[in-house]
Each structure stands twice: as C-alpha cells, then as structure tokens.
C-alpha cells in the first residue's frame, strides 16, 4: 500500500485518514489481519509526525483501537497489552481538564481493552479496572452534558459488570448489569436512536439470558427472547444486514436454552432455524469469522436436538457445522477460536461415541480436547485451560466405563483435579461445584469396580461439596442434579449395607431433587429422577416386610410412563415397565402369602 503524499506531514493527510479508515475496516469486518496491521503502522506515523495533543491523542486512540481488535483473535496479550498502553497515553494528551468529554471517550475505550484482556485471565482485576474506568467516563460524560455517549458508556459498563457476573454465584453484577442497559435504554430510545436502541436491547437480551440461565423459573429467559425481538423491529435485514443476522445468532441462543428445560422441541428447533437465518447473511465471502462463529452456534443447537434423539442425524451435522468453523477459525488466524471450536466438535464427538458400541468417536473427542489444550494453555486463559480439562475428564470417563482396566477413569479424576487448580471455589464457585459434581460420578464408576466403599464415601463427599454452592436459591436446577447424583451415590453405597440409612438418604434425596425437577419445566430429568427414586424405595421395600414402600416405588415407575418424552420413552421405558411389572408381583405374593 502506498501511502507517501507530497505534503509535509503525509500522515496527516485525509487521504492517509482514510486508508487507515479502509484498512481498519477490513480488517474488522473481513477478518483480514494484515489489514488491521496496515492500520497499526500507519496510527504509528501518525504518532510519529502528531503537532500536539489532540493530534497524539487521536492518534493514540486509533492505535489503541486497531491494537485491541487484532488482539482479541491472538492466544497471545501482548497486542491487547498494547492497546491498554496506548489508551493510556491517549489519556496524559487528553487530560479531564483540557477535554473533559474526549477523557471520557478515552476512559471507555480503555475499559474495552481491559474487559478484553479480564475475560481471559482467571482473576477479576482487569474486569474491575474496566468497570472503574467505564464509572470515570460517566463522571464526565453525564446525562445532562451528552446523553447519547453516556448512554453509550452505560451499555460498555454493563458489559464489564456482566463479564464480572458470570463469574460469581450471586447475581448482584449481573442485576446491576440488567439495571446499566435500562438506564442506557432512557436515553438511547427507539424514536431518538433505534439503532443503538435496539444494541442496547441485544445486550439487556444477553444479561436477562445469563440471569435465566441460573433460574429455575423461566421469566427471565422469555424476557431475553422479547429484548431480541425488539432489536430485531429495528435491525431489519433490508437496513443493517449484519446486526439482524447478531440478533438472530443471539435470539437462537435464547432459544436454544429454553429448549433445553422443555419436553417439546419447537424451541430447539426456533433455535436451529435463528442460526440459519443468520447464515443468510454472514456468508463466508462477506464475513468470514463470523460465519464461522455461527456455524459454531448451529452446531450447539443441533447437538442439543441430537441428544434428545435416537438416530444419529443432528449430532452427525453438528460435526458437520464444526468442522466448517475450522475451516477459517484455523489456528494460524485465531488460536483461540480455533481451540474453542476443537472443544465444541468433541462435545459433539463425545455424544456420538457414547451411542456407539465402537469407541473410536471417543477416542476422537478426547483427541479435539487436547488439540484445544494446545492453545488454551494454563499460562495464557486459565479458565479455558480448566473447563477443556473438565470436558477431557468427561470423555475419559466415557471411554473407561467401557474398560475393564481402571487407567482412563483415574485418568478423568486426574483431568477433573487438574481443573479444580483454576476453577476455585473462591474465584469460579459455580464452575468449582461442576466440577465437583464430576469427580464425584467418576469416583462412584471406579467405586463399582471395587468391593470397599472408600471411592464411594468419597464420591458422596464430592456431591455434597457441590451442593455447598451449587444451593437451591442460586441455581436451582443444578442444585437438583446434584441432589440426583447425591441420590445415586447413597443409593449405591445402601445396595451394599444391611441396613436402610443410606437407602433413606437417598429417597430424601430424590424427592428434593423432585421439587425443582417438574413435570411441567422438565419433563425428561423428572422421569429420570421418578425412575431413581422408584428404585431405591423398591429397594426399601424388599428389606421391610410390608408393602408400602413397593407401592410407591411403583407410583413412581407408573408416574414415568405419563409423559410424553420421546427421548425418555425409547431410552427407558423397558427398564421402567419390567421394573414396576417385578415390584407388583412381589406385592401380589406378598398379599396372598
């Protein structure tokens, strides 16, 4: 690209404003990072030749922007290091008492940067810089002074304040998060604004979803489907083609997670039918990162619908949707992308290898989990290093209950204890109970293959540490699948004693995990958990000489047969029917005896 003008100061032409502009722009929209290197170089002539602070000023922030977003794609920070610097920098030329408003512009952009680099580390302290340098902007730029940009910095706050929230087992930030977007919302309105208004309602959709995420209730979820709905009355297709397709990608987010607590799969299907609208437009000419990413989405969408059926169609084209991401998330590109969709296709892999008698999709899962683990490495995201060792651990126990030998188990234990370095009870609570939840169902697979309960005492243990955050006001469908497989380990631990303490336990425990599993929210994990607590109370039964405790495992087995679950139905309705058909013969000798 030439760029020299026969001026004294090329750099600070408007022909060089606008290729930096042009370079910028492709290298944002298309993907393109030599693009968003030509930009680089040329903000660092314009630092180089800058007269004064405004101009070292601008200049700075355009480097600091072109830094940022080639940095975002990079495993490495060193970019997004840069970019803070730069903004910094900007910040000593656009002083709060020279430019007041600038300094403010400064401060959000800077609170971009330092979210960008928080979402990676393991730690909060970057998140909470970003969200006291969002606050120092809005000291500034007030309501009164400029309402459009404070209502632009209220949006970039709640950002931050969600990025916090997401880590931590209250949901304080993430209501404080909710509160930022509305208050956004006042000034950015549909008649004054509708473009931003309906990115505020993107992201008010985001924060209500994470919220609804953590629910048992569904409120919140149906409220973050209505806020994409009404970013999709302004963000048409025919005028902002690429925001309709977000908000398309986001509304089959939303979808796609009510899905999930529904027995019916017309939310899972609205889910699959978003992510292909939004293919529509992100084509992988046009947008090619994008497209990919949401071919990561369809991808999600389809495994959720795969694993409620019996064939294999779905989870073969999510296979399909993630190995089309790979094709631009490459590593080269975007190491990271490219490891977060090497952790996706072994999800998928995984759910096919455990319908399959052939373990050579688990092999392969377990292959993807460590391709992933090449770039989200512990050093560069914590996190992510931890939560592809808790998928690594879940594929290991896959393929070790399918072995006599015990290595791939305590392989999965080593993964599972591996993630709980990072994912701590102080710094990742909810993620430190999932992981608990996991070590202790694979430390009940090794259990069965040993005659002491040492494993299995300790298995019980895990679940209850689970339980400690996993708790019934915070999350409470996790807390019922925790109290499912508390039930389970007890119930296990019971088939081996004389007498009915833990075989009690577990029945409590089934019972609890009933209050939050309904019939009406979630009807598969309800018959489950029928199922289970049909067993131990048979169990019960057969150690009492009387007969009440049979009758009512059989109201549980009987209760599992009124719903209408395909999924549930061609997976467990043998086992339910030959179990209650033996608990009512036994009832019946028992009677005539």
């Known amino acids: 690209m030439a760029i020299d003008e026969a001026t004294d100061r090329p750099a600070w032409s408007p022909t060089f404003r606008v290729r930096y502009a042009e370079a910028y722009a492709d290298g944002e929209k298309q993907g393109i990072n030599f693009s968003l290197s030509v930009a680089i170089e040329l903000a660092q002539r314009m630092i180089a030749t800058a007269h004064n602070a405004d101009e070292r000023g601008d200049a700075l922030t355009k480097l600091g922007n072109a830094l940022g977003t080639l940095g975002e794609r990079e495993s490495g920070t060193a970019r997004l290091e840069a970019s803070v610097a730069a903004f910094q920098a900007a910040l000593k030329e656009f002083t709060r008492e020279r430019v007041p408003l600038q300094w403010a512009g400064t401060q959000m952009n800077l609170g971009t940067a330092l979210r960008a680099l928080g979402v990676r580390e393991s730690g909060t302290a970057r998140l909470e810089a970003s969200v006291a340098a969002y606050q120092a902007a809005l000291e500034e730029g007030t309501r009164e002074r400029a309402p459009l940009d404070w209502a632009a910095t209220q949006m970039n706050f709640g950002a931050a304040l969600q990025s916090l929230g997401v880590r931590e087992s209250g949901t304080a930030r993430l209501e404080a998060s909710v509160a930022a977007y509305q208050a956004a919302l006042q000034e950015w309105t549909r008649e004054r604004a509708p473009l931003q208004w309906a990115l505020t309602q993107m992201n008010l959709g985001n924060a209500l979803r994470t919220l609804g995420e953590r629910e048992s209730g569904t409120a919140r979820l149906e409220a973050s489907v209505a806020a994409y709905q009404a970013a999709l009355q302004e963000w048409t297709r025919e005028r902002v083609p690429f925001d309709w397709a977000l908000a398309q990608m986001n509304l089959g987010t939303a979808l796609g997670t009510l899905g999930e607590r529904e027995g019916r799969t017309a939310r899972l299907e609205a889910s699959v039918a978003a992510f292909q609208a939004a293919l529509e437009e992100r084509t992988r000419e046009q947008v090619p990162l994008q497209w990919a ?83 989200f490495t512990r050093e560069r995201v914590p996190l992510d290093w931890a939560t592809t060792q808790m998928n690594l651990g879940t594929a290991l126990q896959s393929l070790g209950e399918r072995e006599s030998d015990t290595a791939r188990l305590e392989a ?41 309960t040492t494993r299995l005492e300790a298995s019980v243990s895990a679940f209850q540490a689970a339980l400690e955050e996993w708790t019934r006001e915070r999350v409470p469908l996790q807390w019922a699948m925790a109290q499912m497989n508390f039930g389970n380990a007890l119930r296990a ?28 929210q979630v009807p598969f994990q309800w018959a489950m958990t029928q199922m289970n607590l049909g067993i131990a109370l048979q169990m019960l039964g057969e150690r009492e000489s009387g007969t009440a405790r049979l009758k009512a495992a059989v109201a549980a087995y009987e209760a599992c047969k009124t719903i209408a679950s395909k999924e549930f139905q061609e997976r467990w309705a043998d086992v339910v029917r030959n179990c209650s058909e033996a608990v009512l013969a036994e009832i019946a000798r028992r009677i005539t005896r």
């Open 493 to 520: 631990l019971g088939t081996r004693e004389s007498g009915t303490v833990r075989l009690e336990a577990a029945v409590a425990a089934y019972q609890a995990a009933l209050e939050e599993r309904t019939r009406e």
């Open 412 to 452: 999965a234990v080593a993964a599972y204890q591996a993630a709980l370095e990072e994912l701590t009870r102080e710094r990742a609570p909810l993620q430190w109970a999932a992981t608990q939840m996991n070590i202790g169902v694979s430390l009940q697979s090794l259990s069965e293959r040993e005659s002491g």
């Open 293 to 375: 990413a949401t071919q990561m989405n369809l991808g999600n969408a389809l495994q959720r619908l795969g694993e409620r059926e019996s064939g294999t169609a779905r989870l073969e084209a999510a296979v399909a949707a993630y190995q089309a991401a790979l094709e631009e998330r490459t590593r080269e590109r975007v190491p990271l992308d490219w490891a977060a969709a090497q952790m996706n296709l072994g999800t998928a892999l995984q759910s096919l290898g455990e319908r399959e008698s052939d373990t050579a999709r688990l092999e392969a899962a377990v292959a993807a989990y460590q391709a992933a683990l090449e770039e």
